[in-house]
Each structure stands twice: as C-alpha cells, then as structure tokens.
C-alpha cells in the first residue's frame, strides 16, 4: 500500500492509506527531533525560573506517550501518584534528552 493522503494537523502529520476495504492512519510528529535539538540548546544557556515555576521537561506527545509505557503512573489520575511518577522519570537516565536545564 503506498500513501494515498497526507495532512499535517497541529503539529501532527497523518498519512492515510486505502485499500479496497480499510482505510488506514498513520499519525507522527515530525518535530521530535527538532524539540531534542532545541533541549539541547536550552541546557547550554539556562532560562531563569519564572514567576510559575522552573520549566523542567520538553517533549512532544508520541514520546509523551512512549515515557508512559515506562512509568504508566504519569496518565494516573490521582495527581499524587502522577507528580511521584514525572520525579521518578525526571531522576531516570532517559529524561536527559527531555530537559531543559542540566540539573533538574
């Protein structure tokens, strides 16, 4: 099957696929990559805290969602679990590509 249809939506790109009885979505983020690179930047020349806080984590939503496979608690809805969950990440190896300051 190739691509029939693409569309970019809020920052997403959907790719639609026909066959004779089924359409298929494909969703991606195309910025990912980009949203690395400007971490990576943001690290080097760190933002003062804000008036709401320290902005700590950038991400897009698929790698969002692919972190919540790692610790499932960040969709909990209990807000004491979740705020346990994203402290447990942010202290893991794998948040280093997420952040915006070096020490967190």
């Excluded at 004779?20 to 805290?49: C, F, H, I, W, Y």
Aim: charged fraction near 35%; hydrophobic fraction near 35%; aromatic fraction near 8%.
């Amino acid at each position: 099957m190739a691509i029939d249809h693409k569309e970019l939506v809020d920052g997403y790109l959907l790719e639609y696929e026909w066959d004779d009885m089924r359409v298929t979505r494909r969703l991606s983020q195309p910025g990912s990559d980009r949203t690395l690179e400007n971490n990576a930047q943001l690290r080097k020349d760190p933002l003062p805290d804000g008036e709401l806080g320290r902005w700590a984590l950038s991400m897009n939503e698929l790698d969002r969602m692919l972190i919540a496979t790692w610790f499932p608690d960040i969709d909990s809805l209990d807000g004491e679990l979740r705020h346990k969950a994203w402290r447990k990440f942010m202290a893991d190896s794998r948040s280093q590509p997420y952040r915006v300051r070096e020490h967190i």
